[in-house]
């Protein structure tokens, strides 16, 4: 017979979620904070459950990741930072590193890290993905590690 199982719903295992976010683009990360909190409280997590770190940019979100994911009452994390293309390059390298970093986190740990780096050519795709008219990509990263921890509940049985 063929099962097919999601993180949709179901339950969740207790233990922490740490949002790392950045300072830098401080106003659009606030919101990307905002809405990862929102998320997380209303899958069920308590205040108490949530833990905010602020780094100063996201080339180091991956470091502060790691920390936390070593804790063992850590279940998961929620990255947070804003990256908005400049004259140079430099956008381009600190995107992909920390993206790449991020996801060989992820599967080392087996922990879920929900991706919230925008990676945004102008000021205003940025605005639009941090609750305008795109949505809030930290609601998405944080709706992403509660399926992925519901699911990994569901795997256990």
Not at 30 to 36: A, C, E, K
Not at 58 to 82: H, I, P, Q, S, Y
Not at 123 to 139: F, H, I, Y
Request: contains cysteine.
């Amino acid at each position: 017979m063929l099962t097919e199982m999601t993180g949709i719903d179901g339950k969740l295992p207790s233990g922490k979620i740490v949002i790392i976010a950045s300072r830098y683009n401080e106003g659009i990360c606030d919101s990307l904070v905002r809405g990862s909190v929102d998320t997380l409280t209303r899958a069920g997590f308590a205040q108490d459950d949530l833990e905010i770190l602020r780094v100063p940019g996201a080339w180091e979100l991956v470091m502060v990741a790691a920390n936390a994911l070593d804790r063992k009452e850590v279940l998961g994390v929620v990255t947070l930072g804003c990256v908005i293309k400049g004259e140079t390059t430099h956008d381009e390298h600190i995107n992909r590193s920390v993206s790449d970093a991020i996801m060989q986190l992820g599967v080392q740990t087996r922990k879920p890290i929900g991706f919230g780096l925008l990676t945004c050519n102008t000021l205003e795709q940025a605005l639009q993905r941090s609750g305008g008219t795109v949505g809030n990509k930290g609601d998405e990263a944080a709706g992403a590690v509660v399926e992925l921890l519901r699911l990994g509940e569901k795997l256990k049985t």
